[in-house]
Structure formats: structure tokens, C-alpha cells
């Protein structure tokens, strides 16, 4: 055992931003700092490595630690990072990460599965992330992990911020020229952009005056015109609840878990909009080929999962309560 009171660095890194912890044996949090992407499709593998360093160094600071050149600063270090898709890449993170020479031992496992561990308390279930764009994975009971490409277009997804933009935008545009049913979206769009007209939005994005990555804010558009009884945008969000259906259950299948009572945790940023008709056709789409689903929204950062995936692997094990008293140390921490 390290002669350090941190048993597991945990990491969650996204594209956008990296969440890191230090946690000690008994799943006490000792700190938890935040900072940009440390991912190597975004900044290549050595600012990447850099960008964990110095993470690193200021949770180290914040927790009273001194590091110490040449010494793990952790028994296990639990990274999950967006990116570790396939194998050659999970080989070149694994390498970077154990050349740091932080933790002891390094696993590196995809940030999807932060997401499950964090939103169950079971060690098994299905996770299905909704944020700019969509993706899904399970872990069986037995232990066996499938998950899904979510490259975009090129491995066949559909939905999340950016496709409901992309949808609201056609529809205004569409309904505005004759080929398509009057909409809200008609003004809403327009008016998102600070613009009058849905063509004026399409000339801007054509034009390079906005970023077509701003459509994924029109999500929260999407959810309000539905509520107030547009019926293209109820149509818009059906299609995505039946989507994100087909790719519960797919997993679902392939970790064979049809006849079991487990959790679907619902993670990213669109899931943060409230609309009870979208989240009741997705519950009764995935039940009735798995009746003992649960729709479990995350309430925590997922780095959390990390930390109690973290805490599972360490040799000898955790104390009993240690799981339970991370769980509050990131209740109190917020989102």
C-alpha cells in the first residue's frame, strides 16, 4: 500500500472539460478540482498529460499534499476520458497515463461508464447520454460491457442538442417557404440568434456568422416550443425518445439483462430539461421490452463514478461504507 492517504485519483474527462478527485480508503473526498479537456483528440496526448499534471498538482495542494518526484501520489488511478473508444487508443492512453507516474496502477475504461457507476448504486445497468450528441453503454450482471461507437453520422446515431437544433432549424425553415406545417419554431429560431427570420439564420450559418456547433443550444427551444403544444416540436422529441429507446434496449440485449430489474441512468445536458411526456414515452418504449428498467436521471457528476470504480479495484479492498460515503461527499459537492 502507498504511504499516501489517497487511495484512488479518479478522473472524468470530457472534450470539453476534464473533473478530477483524490479519494481516500474509507471514500472520503479529500479534493476535487475542475479544468479544461484533457482529451488528445482535442489537444493532442502530451498537453493533455500536462493539463492532468497540473490538475493534479492543484488538488494535490487543495487536499495538504506534498508531491513527491518518482512517488505515486495514489494506490489506483481510474481514468475515464471521452476517446478511449477502441483498443489501439485505450493502448495509447493506458501508456501515457502509467508514464506519469501518479497512481501505482492506472486502468483507463470510457467516460460512459463514469456515468452509469455514478447514477446507480448497483455495479450493473444501462447508461444512455444525451448531450451533443448521444451515445449508450451496459454493464451486465455477469460483467460483461457493451457500448455503442457514437462517432455521429458515421456509425449511424441519431439525436442529442446538436440533431434537435438542426431539426428546429429545418422545421422553421421549411414551414416558413410552404413545405412544411406551421410552427413556433418559425419565431423562436430567429429569435435565438437575435435574427427575425429562419432564412436569416440559415445565410449566417452558411456564411460562417454563427458556429454550427451553437444549433445544440436550440435544444431547451425544442422542450419549451413542446410544451407549449407545437406539434412539430412534440414530433421532433419523439423521434429522440423512441431513438434513445432503440439504443437502451440494444445494449439492454447485448449484456442480457431483458428478464432483470436494473437502472437506465439518464446523463448529459438535454436530459436537464423537464418535459414528462418525452421522459414517459422513453420509459414505456424501453419497459415494454424490459419491464424492470428504471429511469434514473443523475443528480451528481459523474466523476463519482470514477471514484467508486476506483475504490472497487483497490488490493486489499475498501472498507464496506466506503462507497456510501462518497456518495455523500458528492451529494454536498453539487453538479
Known amino acids: ?47 493533455g498529460m500536462a493539463r492532468l499534471r497540473q490538475l493534479v498538482a492543484r488538488a494535490a495542494t487543495r487536499a495538504g499534499l506534498q508531491l513527491t518526484i518518482g512517488q505515486p501520489l495514489a494506490e489506483v488511478g481510474l481514468y475515464c476520458v471521452a476517446g478511449a473508444d477502441f483498443p489501439r487508443e ?3 492512453l493506458d501508456s501515457a497515463l502509467t508514464r506519469t507516474g501518479l497512481a501505482s496502477t492506472t486502468t483507463v475504461l470510457n467516460d460512459t461508464l463514469a456515468a452509469l457507476r455514478a447514477g446507480t448504486d448497483e455495479r450493473y445497468g444501462v447508461v444512455l447520454i444525451c448531450g451533443a450528441g448521444v451515445n449508450a453503454a451496459a454493464i451486465g450482471i455477469d460483467g460483461r ?10 456509425s ?30 418559425e419565431r423562436l ?37 413542446a410544451r407549449e403544444g407545437d406539434g412539430v416540436a412534440r414530433s421532433i422529441l419523439d423521434t429522440m425518445a423512441d431513438e434513445l429507446a432503440t439504443m437502451a434496449i440494444a445494449m439492454i440485449r447485448r449484456v442480457r439483462m431483458l428478464r432483470r430489474e436494473f437502472d437506465v441512468v439518464l446523463a448529459g445536458g438535454v436530459f436537464a430539461n423537464q ?9 414505456e418504449a424501453i419497459q415494454r421490452t424490459a ?9 451528481v457528476r459523474p466523476l463519482l463514478g470514477a471514484g467508486l470504480l476506483g475504490l472497487e479495484r483497490l488490493n486489499p479492498p475498501a472498507p464496506d461504507d466506503a462507497a456510501s460515503r462518497l456518495r455523500r461527499a458528492f451529494a454536498e459537492l453539487g453538479n
Open 1 to 47: 500500500m502507498s504511504a499516501t492517504p489517497v487511495a484512488v485519483l479518479a478522473v472524468d474527462g470530457g472534450n470539453s472539460k476534464a473533473d478530477l478527485a483524490l479519494v481516500a480508503r474509507d471514500g472520503s473526498l479529500l479534493a476535487a478540482v475542475r479544468g479544461p479537456t484533457i482529451s488528445h483528440q482535442q489537444v493532442g496526448i502530451e498537453e
Open 90 to 92: 485505450v493502448r495509447l
Open 145 to 154: 460491457v457493451a457500448r455503442l461507437a457514437a462517432l455521429g453520422d458515421i
Open 156 to 185: 449511424g446515431d441519431a439525436g442529442g442538442g446538436r440533431d434537435l437544433g438542426m431539426a428546429a432549424l429545418g422545421a422553421a425553415v421549411r414551414a416558413r417557404d410552404g413545405r412544411g406545417p406551421r410552427t413556433l419554431f
Open 189 to 225: 429560431v430567429p429569435q435565438f440568434f437575435g435574427l427575425t427570420r429562419p432564412e436569416a439564420v440559415t445565410r449566417a450559418l452558411y456564411d460562417g456568422r454563427i458556429d454550427e456547433e451553437r444549433l445544440r443550444e436550440l435544444a431547451p427551444v425544442v422542450f419549451a416550443a
Open 275 to 283: 418535459d414528462p411526456p418525452f421522459y414517459a414515452r422513453l420509459a
Open 291 to 299: 419491464p424492470g428498467a428504471r429511469m434514473r436521471p443523475l443528480q
